[in-house]
């Protein structure tokens, strides 16, 4: 028997993840960029956000929407400490300076992905998911073997959700036009870089696959 990652999703198996979507980091009014001028906000994160708002979002809501048709567990991660004051947080949130502090609207999904029912959001304090949240124990409990990954930052808590992932065993699927960072080279390097991880496919593709 030949050991492949190019296995299509058995939905009863599978889980949906949506990484980082949320209002710190992908809302114009998110904290990560209270601080900037409207001139050096649009020099800064103006391409960034031209494609959430006028392709990425949009993916990410079809995939959620056919994803709940075929029965595929739908999950996300937020960036949230445990704690106000963030105390809790990883060395490296601390020294990259920024805390969502529990309960805060930064830490909610946006609203054009919104949690439906009682579908699980993990609040995270680390890159990973898999370091600071309990979602492996989770993912193993609801009979999980396939985990398909969207979000933010491509090369970033996305890209180590992915190897953690595949490390524990995981089958692991990016869709890549449902994911998004900074600029299109550094989305373009990390999506070549991870490659040997995982199996990458564009929404519609899934999509076609889920309607199989």
């Not at 198996?13 to 990560?32: K, M, T, W």
């Not at 949230?80 to 805390?99: H, V």
Request: proline share 3%; glycine share 6%.
């Amino acid at each position: 028997m030949t050991l492949t990652r190019d296995i299509p999703l058995v939905p009863e198996d599978s889980a949906l993840l949506f990484i980082d979507v949320q209002n710190f980091s992908a809302h114009r009014d998110g904290a990560e960029f209270s601080d900037l001028l409207p001139a050096k906000f649009e020099e800064k994160y103006g391409w960034y956000f031209d494609q959430l708002e006028t392709r990425i979002i949009s993916n990410m809501q079809r995939l959620q929407a056919f994803s709940r048709k075929a029965g595929v567990e739908v999950m996300y991660t937020t960036i949230e400490s445990l704690t106000l004051d963030g105390r809790d947080r990883s060395l490296d949130y601390k020294i990259t300076g920024f805390n969502v502090p529990k309960g805060s609207w930064d830490g909610k999904v946006i609203d054009q992905i919104a949690p439906e029912g009682d579908e699980m959001v993990f609040p995270k304090s680390s890159s990973s998911v898999f370091v600071s949240t309990h979602i492996d124990y989770v993912l193993r409990n609801l009979g999980v073997k396939q985990l398909v990954l969207s979000g933010l930052l491509t090369d970033q808590c996305v890209e180590s959700a992915i190897r953690d992932a595949c490390d524990l065993g995981y089958l692991v699927t990016q869709v890549t036009d449902a994911c998004l960072t900074y600029t299109q080279a550094r989305h373009d390097n990390s999506v070549s870089t991870i490659k040997g991880y995982c199996r990458q496919v564009t929404t519609d593709e899934l999509i076609s696959e889920l309607q199989a």
